[in-house]
């Protein structure tokens, strides 16, 4: 890592000025000092120009210590999915101390995040300390199953010999105990049933666990005191524990627990396959909208007389509105859901860089949360956008040379509201009604089952909107 490199990350990626860079340059020459001194990986990341991601611009490896990292993370994105500390302290300018994360590469880390202040107070980026804690959390968790589990289980065994076996026999798991040579001392009644899927022997007890499953060798082979492992039998899938009891005095030998979750995977399999087929789905809906659109152009293009153009321009905004739902779904990794912020961002980028190619120099603003909705409300979102956004374009600044849209959205309580405001002419109540707002309180009311208001301000327009956000209750 070098300042040159962190320069061009910066500028690359980040909105940072020359003196936030500058800082940021500052502070990297000290990270390899800090993590060899804290024994842990240091970063640091800087937010994005479109305020979503991070971006890591610097990191620094200790030699006091086992890396957090097989490969270097330094140009690598962090997503807000990921690393909620990151962003938190991004977002608030307030610390983050020994928050346990898991990294991309699967191991558990102690992670503590520290903002990195510009000029006025702002966060420039983050400072990021990570801990492996892996081994450390692994072996807790094997004390604490040890500890509070098997010895309550030998003593239900050791009750054996007193004839009340109350507690195995009420497991619907295949529960085993056997003796250091792998010799089965007892079964409960799942387990007995399981034996005889593999054998017609009655008398099993005293044989080797090995004989009747073969796949479970490598786990009893293994040093390891508590053990849990996924094979396959029967054509089924079974979740196989192992716990070593040798550390009591009480009651040596081994516990194996065979658990079928079958039913589990194979409902993970069909989740699976679902969401890949309606992820298909929503890349061939996409597909037709930008075909049809792509038609529209061609049309266009060809010719058309001038009282229809504003009609085709129209509409392929509509579908092109719709089909950036889609877009963005696709782009994240849930199937359902869709950011409202970057998809009113989406929308009124596209219109007003349209309004530009008529010598209008229309600004636009946004401002809201990165709000999650349904996709299905998305849709009509869209279109409700839309046309708000290109009424605006269209009719709020006839005669002027510029003008300012606001987009702003906020939840209130259990409601969305979404205002769209310009400094144009005003709106005027007894103007003719419009398709485009016919088509907004249509899909209001209807689809969103909200409220829609637009009134002359004291320099221009505000429509609002406001719909609720609870999901619908499908009823089987």
């Known amino acids: 890592m070098t300042n040159s490199s962190v320069e061009q990350l910066c500028f690359l990626h980040t909105n940072l000025s020359e003196e936030d860079v500058k800082k940021i340059k500052e502070l990297a020459v000290?990270?390899?000092?800090?993590?060899?001194?804290?024994?842990?990986?240091?970063?640091?990341?800087?937010?994005?120009?479109?305020?979503?991601?991070?971006?890591?611009?610097?990191e620094a490896v200790p030699k006091t210590a086992n890396p957090v990292y097989k490969k270097p993370v330094v140009g690598k994105f962090a997503y807000r999915a990921f690393e909620p500390s990151v962003f938190y302290t991004l977002s608030t300018g307030k610390p983050m101390y020994l928050n346990r994360a898991l990294t991309q590469e699967g191991r558990l880390v102690d992670q503590s995040v520290v903002p990195i202040k510009g000029s006025k107070d702002r966060t420039i980026g983050t400072l990021i300390m990570e801990k492996d804690i892996s081994e450390q959390i692994q072996h807790q968790q094997k004390m604490e199953a040890l500890s509070e589990a098997t010895e309550t289980l030998s003593e239900i065994l050791i009750g054996l010999a007193e004839n009340r076996p109350i507690i195995p026999e009420m497991i619907e798991e295949s529960l085993f105990f056997i003796d250091h040579e792998g010799k089965i001392l007892y079964g409960n009644a799942s387990a007995t049933n399981l034996i005889h899927e593999v054998s017609e022997e009655t008398n099993w007890i005293g044989k080797h666990l090995i004989n009747y499953f073969p796949c479970i060798a490598t786990l009893l082979a293994d040093s390891e005191e508590l053990q849990v492992r996924e094979r396959k039998l029967l054509n089924k899938v079974f979740q196989v524990k192992k716990i070593r009891l040798d550390q009591l005095k009480s009651a040596k030998g081994t516990f194996v627990i065979f658990k079928n979750i079958t039913e589990l995977r194979e409902k993970e399999r069909e989740l699976i396959v679902k969401s890949v087929a309606i992820r298909e789905i929503h890349h061939r809906v996409k597909n037709n909208l930008q075909t049809v659109a792509s038609l529209l152009r061609l049309q266009m293009r060809r010719g058309l007389p001038e009282e229809s153009k504003v009609h085709f321009v129209e509409s392929l905004n509509r579908i092109?509105?719709?089909?950036?739902?889609?877009?963005?779904?696709?782009?994240?990794?849930?199937?359902?859901?869709?950011?409202?912020?970057?998809?009113?961002?989406?929308?009124?980028?596209?219109?007003?860089?349209?309004a530009e190619h008529e010598n209008k120099r229309v600004r636009i603003v946004y401002s809201g949360p990165h709000q999650m909705i349904q996709s299905n409300k998305a849709v009509s979102v869209a279109l409700v956008v839309n046309e708000l956004i290109q009424n605006c374009v269209k009719h709020a600044f006839k005669g002027l040379s510029d003008g300012e849209i606001k987009v702003i959205f906020q939840q209130k309580d259990d409601n969305m509201e979404i205002q769209v405001i310009d400094n144009g002419a005003g709106f005027s109540p007894s103007s003719k009604s419009s398709l485009g707002l016919d088509i907004v309180r249509m899909m209001i009311e209807h689809d969103l089952s909200g409220h829609f208001v637009i009134e002359r301000a004291e320099r221009g327009s505000i429509a609002t909107v406001l719909f609720p956000l609870e999901r619908e209750v499908v009823q089987a």
């Open 30 to 58: 000290n990270l390899p000092l800090i993590a060899d001194l804290n024994k842990a990986n240091i970063f640091i990341d800087c937010p994005t120009k479109e305020g979503k991601h991070a971006v890591v611009v610097a």
């Open 320 to 354: 092109t509105s719709i089909a950036s739902v889609y877009e963005i779904i696709l782009a994240n990794s849930s199937v359902d859901d869709v950011d409202l912020y970057s998809l009113i961002e989406r929308i009124g980028n596209m219109l007003v860089s349209e």
